[in-house]
């Protein structure tokens, strides 16, 4: 079992900046990639970003690229998505994911993955 703690969500004007974080607990040495999507209201749940634990490579959905980037510290087994030049269509709630099967970079949302339980983030115009 993996547990997953997001947050780091608030309110931001447009063109600011946030930084999530999800910690992960239990079997982590057990994960395979993890990453974020997030569900706008009303919405479906969509990927954002993944990063592969052994080796960090990473994958960013098409509409992210320049604006967001994932990032994972092994050592503290902490996933963050830092993202900048925010859009009032980036307000959703975030959710981290992690996967212990060995995944494509393009994570499912109906994947075998263990779910954080969402931090929101609200981009004013």
């Known amino acids: 079992q993996v547990q997953l703690v997001d947050s780091g969500g608030g309110l931001v004007q447009a063109g600011g900046s946030l930084r999530l974080v999800c910690r992960a607990s239990?079997?982590?040495?057990?994960?395979?990639?993890m990453g974020w999507f997030r569900q706008a209201p009303g919405k479906e749940r969509q990927f954002v970003a993944s990063?592969?634990?052994?080796?960090?490579?990473?994958y960013h959905a098409d509409s992210m690229k320049g604006r967001f980037t994932i990032s994972r510290d092994n050592a503290k087994d902490t996933l963050y998505l830092q993202m900048n030049g925010l859009k009032p269509e980036d307000t959703a709630v975030y959710y981290c994911?992690?996967?212990?099967?060995?995944?494509?970079?393009?994570?499912?949302?109906?994947?075998?993955?263990?779910w954080g339980k969402g931090t929101l983030v609200t981009v004013s115009a």
């Open positions: 239990g079997r982590t040495s057990s994960i395979y990639r």
């Open positions: 990063v592969r634990a052994f080796d960090g490579n990473t």
């Open positions: 994911a992690a996967t212990t099967k060995a995944t494509g970079a393009l994570m499912s949302v109906h994947g075998d993955n263990y």
